[in-house]
Structures are given as structure tokens and as C-alpha cells.
């Protein structure tokens, strides 16, 4: 489970970087907070609602003043949306009613394409080969309409939305992985825009991401993009024209395995610069514009100590007026910033925000809680989540879970007051595990995830792999069966935990559970009750 990509931004609106990353095996999407002053904190924004999430991003979607999320996951094939409710710190709400299902969605962006002035999204789905935009209504909370583009693509894998031709309408930047190739979407403008398809270049090998940004200052915007085969990082020559043409030119032909990449301005004079990861061999490089017509540049190593980043951002993160790097590694599991000395040319000192961004997709960096520092998000992919790191100041992050990474596909709930004060808490079945969400009485409730049962540890150890994780149980109910006003669970087992199991509430603010078997010969009861049989006044179990 690794760390694999990575996206900065003001996420809470307190002027300084966060970083959103995203976590492949967890599927998970985290925040990482910035504090202010290159310190993280961790925020888990969202759960297995959305399975396999591959990148999130940040825009204020509902016109409200504060900085909501957005995710593409591309197991299930979904663009969602969470909306801040402005706290501090700030609770997301889950949309996702953005579309049908699309396999394989692995990039998500925000613009304006129907120039009404309000943002809406644009995504690519590689396996289906379609690129889909969603309308924003305006409503509150906005609602979106999908409308799919009339393009001929193979397995696109990046979006970004942008300007290009300077023509007033947001264009869109497509890189084809499976095609080799990038392509600009043109938007011809209406109230429900029709896009114009036009290649910029079939020889991008295996190509990952493309963006843009004003290499040589003549005012155009250029496009960037990677090459993995060809360990190329390249930027295309915008001439200005109407209609425009791009000119290729290499950046860098020795970054092995190109993947991510950024543009910003590092060393303060004034010319856009480059930033790329090395994927095979665990560099991240920034590649210095050395001026002149066009253009040349010289790579810098940032660092060599991670291992397969896939993804990295350009953002000041320590608010101190120059621009810091983040990274997203996946053998590592590693979310990292680097914080950059100001010196000509600049050295960036490494500052470890997280070692166990377990599968991690995409970073994101923004100001989430709107406290003037820039805090991180993530998106991590084994355990479907959508994480936020709240920036605390001193170079920490504090983690903050607002949806857990221990329910993954869940399969029942129930509610009832678990912990006795008087509000209502959630019991959550998952395959493998029973789990508590303790609800925090607040008027917009947080929970708080604690593990009832693990199926794993019931097992018998000489179970192993044979164990049979998918579904060891098949009911969940809820009741106090020893009339100690504690409310206790119930589930009944299959295969290597076959039986009746009954888990004892011990009444804490906390509370723990007592596991007792009931009865250990019924294997996989498709039924399960409690009810009071004999009119005793207490409850009996039936199955």
C-alpha cells in the first residue's frame, strides 16, 4: 500500500499550501493542513463510499467563499464532490450524484467551460476512453449535469482545464496514455459548449500528465507534458495565433520513468520553471529556465530518497514567500514537502509529513479550515478515503478523520445510543470487521471509529490465508440481552469463525466489547433476530 501521487492548494483559505494526497490500496483521498509555518496535520475527508480514488482537487463548487473537494476513483467510476460546511476545522458533505458510473476515472479538474461563472468539472475515464464535463446548475448545493465530449481518444489518464488560446473560454488538456498523445479540446463557447478536437503531439510515450503555464513570457500559455518510456519531461510552444499551433521543445530527456509534473517559479527570477518525479529510480528534480529564445533549462536533483513518486506540486507551503515543493511516493508510503531556501539557485530541505500514506494517489494542497494556512488532502486508494492533514505550525500536521478508513465496503448498519449519552451512534459491518462510529452530539455530528471485531483476529491462526476474509459474517443486530442498559452486538460468523457471536458492551463512555461465542456449530446463518420469546421480559436470541 503506497503513496502515489500528490496536488498543493489553499484548501482552508488561511493563505498558505495544503497538500491533498491520494492512497491507491486504501482508497483513500487525505488532507494534509498547513499550519503556517511547514507544519501538517492529517484529515481523512472521505471513506469507502467511493472506491479506488485517483485524484482529488479543491474549488469552491457552491459559490459559498469556502474551498470544497472533488475526487475521481476509478474502481467504481466516480466523480464526486464534498462540500465544506465552513468550521473550523470544516466537515465535508458527500455528493455523489455528479454521474453514472464511468470505469476507470483516474483524473478530475474544475473550470468555468460554459462561461456562466460558476466552476464546473471535467474528467477523463481511460478505460472508456470518454471525457466528461459537468454542468453546474448554481442551486445550493449546486447540481450537475454530465455531458460526455464527442472526442476520439485512447485511455486518457490527465485533465486540465485552462485558457489556452486566450480567447475568454476554458479549453481542455488531454493526455491519451494508450495513444501516446496529447490533445487540445478547444472550446467554440454556447451555453452548453461544443469542444474541438486537435492533436499536439502522437510521440508522448505513455504519457501520465500534461499542463500548462507561461514558459517563455511572450504571454501565451504553453502545455507541458511527461513521457514515461521516453523519460521526457517536454513543454509545446504556444505561437499565439489564431488558431494557434505548438511547437515542441525537451525540457529534460533524463528523468527515467517522467510521470508528474508542475511549473513554478523556484528561483525568483521572474521565468516559469519546471518540476517532474523520476518514477523507476526515486528522484523528484526541479529544471531551472535558464532564459533565452526559446528557452533552456538545467536540471536540479530535489531529492533521491523516495521511492516511486508519483506525483508532485509547486506551492508555498511555509508562507514564507518563496515556492516549496510536495511529493507523493508509493513504495515508501511517504507524503513529504520540501522547503526551499531562497537562495540562487534554490536547495529544498526534505520535511516528512506522512510514512503511511498507504497506496496514495494524488496530492492536494489548499487552505481547508480557512485559517490562512495551507493545508493538505489526499486521496488514498486501498481503503477509499478522502483524507485532510490541518496544517498546526511547527512543522507538524495533525491528522483530523472525518470519514474512516475502517469501513471498507460496508455491508450493514445499525444505530441505536451505544456509549449512553443520549445521541445516536452507528454500527457498521464491513467483510472483515465490526466498527463503532461514536457520534460527538455536535449539531452537524462527527464520529469517532473504534473496532468492535476484526474477523482476522477471531480466526484460528493456523487459518492463514485460507481464511475466508470476503464474508465471514452475514447479520448485524443490536440489543441488550443482559439488561445491564448497555447495548450489545450480535453477528453471526461463517466458515473459520462459524457460530453466533456476541460482543458485550461494558458500558464505558468508550466503550469496550467482550467477545462470547453463543453457539459455535452454525455455520453462516442467513438469519438472525432478538426478541422476546417467552414473554419474560428480556430478550432471547432466534436464527
Do not use: C
Amino acid at each position: 500500500v503506497q503513496a502515489t501521487s500528490l496536488a498543493p492548494g489553499d484548501l482552508d483559505g488561511d493563505n498558505d499550501t495544503d497538500i491533498a494526497t491520494v492512497t491507491a490500496d486504501l482508497d483513500r483521498v487525505s488532507l494534509f493542513q498547513n499550519s503556517g509555518n511547514g507544519a501538517f496535520s492529517k484529515l481523512i475527508v472521505s471513506s469507502p463510499t467511493i472506491d479506488g480514488p485517483k485524484q482529488v482537487g479543491s474549488a469552491d463548487l457552491d459559490d459559498d467563499g469556502d474551498t470544497d473537494l472533488f475526487s475521481a476513483s476509478d474502481r467504481d467510476g466516480k466523480v464526486v464532490w464534498y462540500e465544506n460546511d465552513g468550521n473550523t476545522p470544516p466537515s465535508f458533505t458527500l455528493h455523489t450524484e455528479l454521474s453514472s458510473p464511468s470505469a476507470g476515472v483516474v483524473s478530475v479538474d474544475a473550470g468555468d467551460f460554459d462561461g456562466d461563472g460558476r466552476l464546473d468539472l471535467v474528467s477523463a475515464s481511460r478505460d472508456t476512453d470518454r471525457i466528461t464535463w459537468f454542468q453546474n446548475d448554481g442551486a445550493t448545493p449546486p447540481g450537475f449535469t454530465d455531458r460526455n465530449l464527442d472526442t476520439n481518444l485512447d485511455g486518457p489518464a490527465s485533465v486540465h482545464a485552462a485558457d489556452v488560446d486566450n480567447d475568454g473560454k476554458t479549453d481542455i488538456l488531454v493526455a491519451a496514455e494508450k495513444s501516446n498523445s496529447i490533445f487540445l479540446l478547444k472550446n467554440l463557447g454556447g451555453t452548453v459548449p461544443v469542444f474541438q478536437q486537435t492533436l499536439i503531439d502522437n510521440q508522448a510515450s505513455k504519457t501520465y500528465s500534461v499542463s500548462s503555464g507561461d514558459i517563455n513570457g511572450d504571454g501565451h500559455l504553453d502545455i507541458l507534458s511527461t513521457a514515461e518510456v521516453s523519460d521526457t519531461v517536454a513543454w509545446y510552444e504556444n505561437s499565439g495565433t489564431v488558431p494557434a499551433t505548438f511547437t515542441k521543445r525537451i525540457i529534460s530527456s533524463a528523468v527515467n520513468g517522467a510521470h508528474a509534473l508542475d511549473a513554478a517559479d523556484f528561483d525568483g527570477d521572474g521565468d516559469l520553471d519546471a518540476v517532474s518525479t523520476s518514477k523507476f529510480d526515486g528522484f523528484v528534480y526541479w529544471h531551472e529556465n535558464l532564459g533565452g529564445s526559446p528557452p533552456s533549462f538545467q536540471d536540479h536533483a530535489v531529492t533521491s530518497s523516495v521511492r516511486t513518486p508519483l506525483s508532485v506540486h509547486a506551492m508555498d507551503i511555509d508562507g514564507d514567500g518563496d515556492i516549496d515543493l510536495t511529493s507523493a511516493s508509493e513504495a515508501d508510503h511517504k507524503i513529504a514537502w520540501y522547503e526551499n531556501d531562497g537562495a540562487n539557485p534554490p536547495t529544498f530541505i526534505a520535511h516528512v509529513v506522512s510514512t503511511a500514506a498507504e497506496d496514495a494517489q494524488w496530492v492536494h494542497a489548499d487552505d481547508v479550515d480557512g485559517d490562512g494556512s495551507i493545508d493538505l488532502l489526499s486521496a488514498t486508494y486501498g481503503d477509499d478515503g478522502i483524507s485532510w492533514y490541518e496544517n498546526s505550525g511547527s512543522e507538524s500536521f495533525t491528522e483530523h478523520e472525518i470519514v474512516f478508513n475502517y469501513i471498507n465496503n460496508p455491508r450493514k448498519v445499525r444505530v441505536a445510543d451505544m456509549d449512553g449519552d443520549n445521541d445516536t451512534d452507528m454500527v457498521v459491518m464491513t467483510p472483515r470487521k465490526v466498527v463503532l462510529l461514536q457520534n460527538d452530539g455536535n449539531p452537524v455530528p462527527s464520529f469517532n471509529a473504534s473496532v468492535i471485531a476484526d474477523a482476522l483476529e477471531l480466526a484460528p491462526t493456523e487459518a492463514g490465508l485460507s481464511f475466508h476474509l470476503v464474508y465471514p459474517w452475514s447479520r448485524l443486530r443490536l440489543g441488550d440481552v443482559n439488561k445491564d442498559g448497555h447495548v450489545d452486538v450480535f453477528v453471526p460468523g461463517y466458515s473459520e469463525i462459524s457460530g453466533i457471536y456476541w460482543f458485550e458492551n461494558n458500558g464505558d463512555p468508550n466503550p469496550g466489547f467482550t467477545t462470547r461465542v453463543i453457539d459455535t456449530k452454525t455455520d453462516y446463518a442467513n438469519a438472525l433476530d432478538l426478541v422476546d420469546l417467552d414473554g419474560d421480559d428480556d430478550l432471547d436470541l432466534v436464527w
